[in-house]
């Protein structure tokens, strides 16, 4: 088994950064594959940023391409999405979630296995 616990969330004006942290524990062979979703009030969750396997490779959404960078500290087992230029649309419950590694996926919610909690970003205008 997975366990993944975000932390990071929080308020922030318009224009700020944060950085959110997935740390994850157990089983962590099984989290190759490592994404980031938000799910906004009243909408549906989507993807947001993913990262893959030991060379790295990254994707991001059109709408945080530019704005968002994923990383990955292995040693720690922990994936991070620095958010810069936040604006009050990112608003949203982050989540983190992973799997074992796979070559096209990780850009929907059914490819994951194991999800965290979430954290909330408020991004105030």
């Known amino acids: 088994q997975v366990q993944l616990v975000e932390s990071g969330g929080g308020l922030v004006q318009a224009g700020g950064s944060l950085r959110l942290s997935c740390a994850a524990s157990?089983?962590?062979?099984?989290?190759?594959?490592t994404g980031w979703f938000r799910q906004a009030p009243g909408k549906e969750r989507e993807f947001v940023a993913v990262?893959?396997?030991?060379?790295?490779?990254?994707a991001y959404a059109d709408s945080v391409k530019g704005r968002f960078t994923i990383s990955r500290d292995n040693i720690k087992n922990t994936v991070y999405l620095q958010m810069n230029s936040l604006q009050p649309e990112d608003t949203a419950v982050y989540y983190c979630?992973?799997?074992?590694?796979?070559?096209?996926?990780?850009?929907?919610?059914?490819?994951?296995?194991?999800w965290g909690q979430g954290t909330q970003v408020t991004v105030s205008s």
């Open positions: 157990g089983r962590t062979s099984s989290t190759s594959v």
């Open positions: 979630a992973a799997r074992t590694y796979c070559s096209v996926c990780g850009f929907t919610d059914s490819d994951y296995f194991y």
């Open positions: 990262i893959k396997g030991s060379s790295g490779e990254t």
